[in-house]
Structure formats: C-alpha cells, structure tokens
C-alpha cells in the first residue's frame, strides 16, 4: 500500500484484523458520544428543515401504513395518479422500524446518530489500516468535525445522504490494503451496490472504485484474488438486491435516476469481467479480459442506455427549471457560488483540496502507491461533483478524513523524533486544515471583513422559519379541512404532506413535472384563467406562502398575474374563501368554493 507513515516511530501500520476492527469500533462509540452531545447542545427544533427530511418520513409513515414494499408512488403529491419516486425503501425501512419502535422523536434523534456511528468507525478502520493505531485518535477528532459541519447527520436527518456517505467511506476504507483482502474487497463490492440500489448521486464514485480496481489489478498493484471477490461481491450483491427492490413489471425499465436495469446491467459486466479476469494466471489473459469487459461496457451503455450519459435534469421544461431548480441551494455550481457568495469556495473545497494535496505527495515520494491513488481519483471525483453541484461537498469531505488522519499522525511522529520547530509548525498546519470548522469560520469571517452583502448562511440565520412556512403550527387550519388537493408553493409541499391529510399538487422532486408546472403556470398565468385550471384538476385549496420565495419570484416575473393579484386583493376572487385562523399568518389558507 501507499506508505503515507514511513520514517515515523508513532505508527505500526501493520496490526492484526481484528485489533483494526476493535479500535475502529472503540473510536467510534467514543465519536459517537462526543458527536451525540454536540447535536444536543446545538438542537434547534425551530430551526428550517430539509423537505427531502420531511418527506422521507413521510415515506416511513406510509410504509407503516401498509403501502406495498414495490410500490414507489406517492400517492399524495402531484396530480391525482401521484408520483412515482426514486427514493429506495431501503432507507424508509429502518427509518419506520425505529418511528414503530420509540416514535418519530426516537427516529430522529437515533437515526443519524447510529449512522454516525458507522460514519466514524469506517473512517476510524481505513485510517488505522493505512497507519496503524496512532492515527485512530486523529481519525475520530477530524471524522467528528468533519460530520458535524456537513449537516447530514444532524437531529432529523432522514434523508439519504447521510447513508450514502457511510457506505462511500466503508467501500474506500475495505480497499486499503490489509489482512484479509479477498473479504474486504467483496465487502466493498457490497457497499458498492448498496450505493446504487440508494441513489445516484454516488454512481461516479461507484464507477471510479470499480475503475480502480481494475486499474490495480492491470498493472500488479492489486492481487488478482482480490479483484475476483471484488467482482463476484458485486455480482451476487446486484442481483440480489435487484428483484428484492425492483418488481417483475419494472425489471425492463432503463431509468437513470432509480435503481434500475441501467445499473444492474452496467454492474454485473463490470463484476463479472473483474471475476473472469482473475481466473487465468497468464498476464495476456487477464488484461485481454479486461478490455474485453470495456469494450462490451461501453457497447452496452452507447445500445441500451444512451440517456443516461446525459444531465438527467437537462429534459426539465424552461419554465421548470427557471423557477424551481434555479432556486435549489444544493444543485448550486462552483461558478454560481462564486458569483453570489465567494468566500464559501473555502468551506466547500478546502478540507477536500488540502486531503488530495497531501495524498498525492504521499503518493509521488513512494514507489507503492495503489492506496493513496484510490484516494486521489476518489477526491478528484468528489471535487469534481462539488464543481458541478455543490451537495457534492459532503462526500469529499468524508472521503477527506482518512489521508488527513493520516498525515496529522505523519508530522506528530516527525516531531517526536527530532523536536523540531518545522515540525511542528507542519503537524499544526495539518491539524487547522483537517478540521472542516476551520474553513467554515475562516469563510465566515473573510465574507464579513470584505463582503457587503449578507452570506447566504446569515441570511438563513437570520430567517424566522416560521415566515417561509417551516412551522407546523400554521397547518392546524388546513388540517382541520376535508380531506382534498391543496395548492402551494413548491417548498410547502412536504409540509402540507406531514401535517395535513391532503394532497400536495408541487413539491420540489423532479419527478412531479405535471404538479409543479401547474403551479408555475397558474401563478403566472392572468387570474381570468386560474380557477378553470384549478377546477379541472381538483384543487380545493390554496395555501399561500406570503414571504416565501416562489411568491416572490411570481410577482416579479408576473406582475399581473394570478399570485400577484392574489397578494394585491384576493377579496377579488369571489371563488376564494379565506380561512379566518390563517389571515393573519405567513401562510392564508384559501378555500375554493365551486
């Protein structure tokens, strides 16, 4: 493996498995425990929710229910045949396990926090693997900061996020070269899969691993038993997820965006030509298998699934995209962030940048390298992702934690031996880098000394939640209505689903294409044309965000239009009745009279 320790006396890289496996687990209880405090003592219940929070529980609810394990449709957002969802029920499984055991407080404390657990002790078991027991300690201070400041594993993190970044770290850290290599690779190839029967948003990090794999395994830096139980983990891994996910009707579909034929496909010729590749011992042999299972990979992407090498978004109406996914925070791009709020490229990329920076001259100073540039590829795809989207920055800060631990330990021992101020000054530098806090108050301050305009994290500080509609207090009106179709801005849509028994016609998925444009062009639209709209899709309410950003942005683009108008004079639509408990709320509550 890549030597990221030598010349130290602090580390003994080469400890048994099961010492590995006990200290990675005692550091994590303890991370665990530290972890468990800090979201105690910085809960806030009033504070904005996730939507996709909102409604994964939704989802749990739903399974609780009695919704079948194959049905994907929820059936209360959108038009009246609801929408079908990509999520996985595999995260809503757990989730309702733990609501039916202790109740949705329980689920929201216990979830995240046991994910942390696991967090931290992959982080915890690959740092001790590349260097030995000395870095456990570094690896849970640097793991807990780095959780703690990507928010996904906060108090009601329900999203699945947060699991993805588990089965990321644990797939990195089983392919750091140990002492049982053929078991950890196939547990690996598990993970690997499990990301994809999740969501796609690892799919690139999936394909680097397997890509890696392969790599090592052509030039001799990986054993060839090794990439045998890699590709045969990942086989029997996909098709035994697969029919356990996917019903008979659906294994033809080629979705991109759900786990799908798509990704078992692409899966079982990647696995099964790393399998084949291990079996002959002639060199030829296994590289002409290898290139054989590239070529027939990318026939097969280039026949079958030719859509999937596009933006999966990029088929969104303009209108769409422009009031709706414009506004989404996390789908930000690197050159978006730095034209509204420059300074946070630091907290965003620092920690990930500093992790490649200190791998790849760890990488270059050895001549056995295939750990550290497992790590490089990985990082340089997490930075990547985060250039493109920035949600992508919670993976490459994980991803970070390991070869940061690493190189902290590095300069501690370098100091211990020679006491040297240099140093010194280096194992500090390290720490400040390795701790993503840092970046986040250093961008902080640096916005605050030479930014005139508020930060988009000031801003949300300073937000009431209740004024964009994030209090479950304002649908007591709503709740109380007959049974009907509400609707509301995007963002109230997983509210009204929580708290009320209706059905929400948008909500920010791009899936529910039909809901969300009938909000689009309603609200735009002339008022003249609004309740025929309404009526012939069955609306019986409005729920009306008044300060929330889609009013906002309907009243600029159309100023005379429905949502205007609306907010202007609504006693003009003689077809609105308002709720007199919601007159005086952020959120009025209109009911259609027919």
């Known amino acids: 493996m890549a030597d990221l320790t030598a010349g130290t006396t602090l580390i003994t890289p080469n400890v048994q498995q099961s010492d590995t496996r006990h200290m990675a687990v005692l550091i994590a209880f303890c991370g665990a425990v530290v972890f468990a405090l800090i979201q105690v003592a910085t809960y806030a219940p009033d504070g904005f929710p996730s939507n996709d929070d909102i409604l994964r529980l939704v989802h749990a609810r739903d399974l ?44 929201a404390f216990a979830w995240p926090l046991l994910l942390a657990f696991f967090a931290l002790s992959g982080i915890a078991y690959g740092a001790i693997k590349l260097g030995g027991n000395a870095v456990a300690l570094p690896a849970g201070i640097i793991g807990v900061a780095a959780l703690w400041s990507i928010g996904t594993f906060s108090v009601g993190a ?233 949600r992508g920055f919670m993976f490459a800060a994980v991803l970070a934690t390991i070869p940061l631990s690493v190189a902290v330990t590095k300069s501690r021992a370098r100091y211990h031996n020679g006491k040297q101020s240099s140093a010194l000054l280096m194992m500090a530098a390290l720490w400040i880098v390795s701790i993503n806090i840092v970046w986040f108050a250093t961008s902080a301050q640096l916005a605050k000394a030479f930014s005139n305009a508020p930060t988009l994290q000031e801003q949300i500080a300073k937000a009431d939640p209740r004024d964009f509609c994030y209090d479950a207090n304002l649908y007591g009106a709503l709740a109380d209505e007959p049974e009907g179709v509400v609707l509301s801005s995007t963002n109230v849509g997983p509210m009204i689903l929580a708290h009320t028994q209706h059905r ?69 639509f003689d077809w609105l009745e308002l709720l007199p408990e919601s007159a005086d709320t952020p959120l009025r509550i209109f009911r259609v009279i027919d």
């Open 64 to 107: 609780l229910a009695g919704q079948g394990w194959y049905d994907p449709v929820q059936y209360r957002l959108g038009l009246a045949e609801g929408t079908v969802m990509h999520w996985s029920k595999l995260i809503d499984a757990p989730i309702a396990a733990l609501v039916l055991v202790g109740g949705e407080t329980l689920a």
């Open 158 to 390: 329900f999203d699945h996020h947060n699991v993805q970044a588990v089965l990321l770290i644990w797939s990195a850290a089983l392919l750091i070269a140990g002492n049982a290599p053929e078991r950890d690779a196939a547990l690996s190839a598990i993970m690997c899969a499990l990301m994809l029967a999740i969501g796609m948003e690892t799919l690139p990090y999936v394909a680097v691993i397997g890509l890696w794999v392969a790599g090592a395994f052509a030039i001799g830096g990986l054993p060839r038993r090794v990439a045998t139980a890699f590709g045969g983990g990942l086989v029997v891994a996909l098709v035994a997820l697969f029919p356990t996910l996917v019903p008979p009707s659906s294994w033809l579909s080629r979705a991109c965006d759900a786990f799908s034929s798509f990704h078992v496909t692409m899966g079982i010729i990647g696995g099964a030509g790393l399998f084949l590749a291990g079996q002959p011992t002639n060199r030829k042999a296994q590289l002409g298998v290898l290139g054989i299972t590239g070529l027939v990979g990318v026939v097969a992407v280039v026949a079958l699934f030719p859509h999937c090498l596009t933006n999966p978004l990029a088929d969104l109406p303009p209108l769409l995209r422009d009031f709706w996914l414009e506004g989404v925070i996390e789908t930000r791009s690197a050159f978006d962030i730095a034209q509204s709020d420059p300074f946070s490229l630091l907290a965003f990329f620092g920690m990930s940048i500093a992790a490649f920076i200190v791998t790849c001259l760890a990488c270059f100073r050895r001549y056995n390298r295939a750990d550290a540039w497992l790590f490089i590829i990985l990082l340089a795809t997490a930075i990547s992702v985060t250039i493109w989207q920035q």
């Open 504 to 572: 929400a016609i948008a909500g920010p998925y791009h899936r529910n294409i039909d809901g969300n444009m009938l909000l689009i062009e309603t609200m735009l639209g002339a008022p003249s044309g609004a309740r025929a709209a309404l009526a012939a899709k069955g609306v019986t309410h409005i729920a009306d965000c008044v300060n929330g950003p889609d009013a906002r942005d309907f009243k600029n683009a159309a100023p005379n239009g429905f949502q205007a108008q609306l907010h202007q004079n609504h006693k003009r």
